[in-house]
């Protein structure tokens, strides 16, 4: 390649990012916003559904394992679909992006939920005895012994996760969410270059997973250090 | 000094208690009367229902009949008696009742000086300045201090077992109990141990422990009870009870007990 054909390589390049620039930032925005949401969402579901697995009452135990049966046995891009566009049909009509990040959450929460339960699980037996010979009741016991342990276990797991949620949010792109992929469609539909923006969006995940599974490796470090 | 006190209203008074799994029978009909400052070892072979019978008097387990009578608590686990703890009594039953387990257990997430507070500031609400401040006073006692912001895995298992007897007693109990505390040491960290728990016995604290160290049950302890079949065949001053022992079963139990550990203990 020639210093010319570089140079004009160089300033073609620069040309579109002023162009494309702002878009490709507002939507990757979405994604990191609707990822955060979600992920909030998922670890109250999960919370929610491992302990009600859990309960002594038979209703709640049902009631979450349905949960994780409907949710592990379904499309994810089904589940968006019943809350954006089935709900309005029983009254309940949520914005593209609420729909969305309730969607994604519930979702995930299932996933979170037998990670949880596993977590559990894996606690000793002499963990709960010797907080609740000291008095504590189930509930303290729970929020200061048992649940930081779990999630210090469990934290490799919530990260793979987290990044699936970051990529499944290009599911919302099917419910006029303008997030990464939909963006880069639109703008394919009126430049005809789907290679260049579907890699461009494609890095830009790309980029944002890494830094999760750099996060992940940092913790990891982090609590093998402390026990 | 065993008799000191019996003239006193029992500590702790046990009546006909009684523990089945399902089918299994395995307390059939404890009574006993604890007095304050008695140090009681409890022996007898495995599966005789020592373990379960801490484990009922801080009701870690739900005893399936009998009453028992502790400081403010009087609970009777008759069929259809309605004076069974409520959640609240049983945090507080357990709260002035320690109890330290084979397996020290300490929390993993937490440093040694945590481990220690937790339990008074979150079940006693004690403010954290005055938790610590006990909690290190307790730490210098057993020659830890400098530990205090180490985590339990970086500990001997001596060490572990001591701070999770003083992390029992940074919740000020009336009672102790130990559940074979020291078998899961090696044999030269066994003595760190014991020697705790002679001190605490030497300054008064009440305490029941199950214990195969016979040499110690006889040195620190007011009180001997042989468990055999979920009964109490004997119950004594240690001197009486293993140095002369009147039943054939203790005698058999004696002899395969001091056997083995003389085994053992001719390497430490
Ligand atoms: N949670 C439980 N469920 C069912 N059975 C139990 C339970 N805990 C104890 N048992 C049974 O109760 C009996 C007495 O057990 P326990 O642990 O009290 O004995 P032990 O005297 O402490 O024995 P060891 O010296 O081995 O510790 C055993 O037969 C045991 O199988
Ligand atoms: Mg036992």
Known sequence: ?227 | MAQIATAAAPLLKIRKLHKSYGANEVLKGISLDIHEGEVVSIIGASGSGKSTFLRCLNLMETPTSGFMDFERFAFDYEQGARRQPTPQQLCALRARIGMVFQSYNLWPHMTVLENVIEAPIQVRRMPRRQAVAEAEALLQRIGLYEKRHAYPSKLSGGQQQRVAIVRALAMAPKVMLFDEVTSALDPELVGEVLALIGSLAAEGMTMLLVTHEMAFARDVGTRTLFFDGGVIAEDGPPDDIIGAPRSERLRQFLRRVLHQPAALGETA
């Open chain 1, 1 to 227: 390649m020639s210093v010319a054909a570089l140079q004009d390589w160089w300033l073609t390049l620069s040309d579109e990012v002023v162009t494309y620039g702002p878009g490709f930032v507002s939507a990757t925005l979405v994604v990191l916003g609707v990822t955060v949401a979600s992920i909030l969402v998922s670890w109250v579901c999960g919370l929610l559904g491992a302990l009600g697995k859990r309960s002594s009452f038979a209703p709640v135990r049902a009631l979450a394992s349905f949960y994780v049966w409907f949710i592990r046995g379904t499309p994810t891009l089904v589940q968006v679909f019943i809350v954006y566009f089935g709900m309005p049909q029983i009254g309940v009509k949520l914005s593209p992006i609420t729909a969305g990040i309730i969607a994604l959450g519930v979702s995930s929460g299932a996933y979170v939920a037998e990670t949880i339960r596993a977590g559990l699980a894996a606690i000793p037996r002499g963990q709960v005895e010797s907080a609740l010979a000291l008095g504590m009741n189930p509930r303290i016991m729970m929020v200061r012994i048992v649940l930081p342990q779990v999630f210090r276990m469990i934290l490799p797991a919530l990260t793979n996760e987290a990044i699936s949620a970051v990529k499944n949010t290009s599911l919302l792109s099917t419910i006029t969410v303008v997030e990464l992929t939909l963006y880069a469609q639109l703008m394919i539909a009126t430049t005809f270059r789907p290679f260049d923006f579907y890699i461009a969006a494609a890095l830009i995940y790309l980029g944002l997973t890494s830094i999760l599974s750099q996060l992940s490796a940092f913790f990891e470090r982090r609590y093998a250090r402390l026990s």
